[in-house]
T-cell receptor
C-alpha cells in the first residue's frame, strides 16, 4: 500500500535558525497537503500543492512539490517559538482523490 | 459554525466492551475520515467515506466498523475493544479539492 515518510522525525533548532522537513511517497500523488499540529491539538490545514514542481509561500514558510509528484518539502525561514509543533504532509494517491494518507510527521522544537 | 464535532472527548473502556465514536460536520463536505494517532506513528487512516452511502477501508481498518449515516455524520464503532486500540481518534471532513478540517479528537483508553 501507499506509504508516506517524513524526515527528520525530530528537529530542535535555536530561534532564528531555518528548518526543513522532507516528505516522500511510495506512489505518485495527485496533490500534497501540509498540516501543523500544536502539542495537545488537532491537525490544522496549511496549504495544498497540485502541480508538478509547484512552489508556494506563506510568509516565512515555503512549500515545494517535486517534479515527479512523489516528494515535497516545507522550509521555515528564521524560526520563531510560535512555529513549535508537528508538521505533517498528506497525499492523495493518483487515481483515488478521496483517500488522504498522512506522513509520519516531523516534530519541531524551537529554543529561545 | 462548529466545523467538525466529535463526541465523546475522553473515554475509558474495559477490554471487550463496545462503543461508538460520533462525528458530525456542518460544512456540507462530501468526504469524511477517521484517523488514529499514536506516539511516533503519525496519523493512520482507519476508514474513509467519499460520499453519503459509501465507505472504504484505510490503512488500519481491522477491529473497526463505520457508518456514514447521512452527509453530516460518520461514526466509528469498536465492537470488542482491545488495549491495542488505546489511541487518540480524529475525525475529519473535506471536499475533494480542499484541505481537511479536523475535530478536537477523542482520547480513548482501553484497560
Amino acid at each position: 500500500g501507499q506509504q508516506v515518510m517524513q524526515i527528520p522525525q525530530y528537529q530542535h533548532v535555536q530561534e532564528g535558525e531555518d528548518f526543513t522537513t522532507y516528505c516522500n511517497s511510495s506512489t505518485t500523488l495527485s496533490n500534497i497537503q501540509w498540516y501543523k499540529q500544536r502539542p495537545g491539538g488537532h491537525p490544522v490545514f496549511l496549504i495544498q500543492l497540485v502541480k508538478s514542481g509547484e512552489v508556494k509561500k506563506q510568509k516565512r514558510l515555503t512549500f515545494q512539490f517535486g517534479e515527479a509528484k512523489k516528494n515535497s518539502s516545507l522550509h521555515i525561514t528564521a524560526t520563531q517559538t510560535t512555529d513549535v509543533g508537528t508538521y505533517f504532509c498528506a497525499g492523495k494517491p493518483l487515481g483515488n482523490t478521496d483517500k488522504l494518507i498522512f506522513g509520519t510527521g516531523t516534530r519541531l522544537q524551537v529554543f529561545p | 459554525n462548529a466545523g467538525v464535532t466529535q463526541t465523546p472527548k475522553f473515554q475509558v473502556l474495559k477490554t471487550g466492551q463496545s462503543m461508538t465514536l460520533q462525528c458530525a460536520q456542518d460544512m456540507n463536505h462530501n468526504s469524511m475520515y477517521w484517523y488514529r494517532q499514536d506516539p511516533g506513528m503519525g496519523l493512520r487512516l482507519i476508514y474513509y467515506s467519499a460520499s453519503e452511502g459509501t465507505t472504504d477501508k484505510g490503512e488500519v481498518p481491522n477491529g473497526y466498523n463505520v457508518s456514514r449515516l447521512n452527509k453530516r455524520e460518520f461514526s466509528l464503532r469498536l465492537e470488542s475493544a482491545a488495549p491495542s486500540q488505546t489511541s487518540v481518534y480524529f475525525c475529519a471532513s473535506s471536499e475533494r479539492q480542499t484541505g481537511a478540517f479536523f475535530g478536537q479528537g477523542t482520547r480513548l483508553t482501553v484497560v
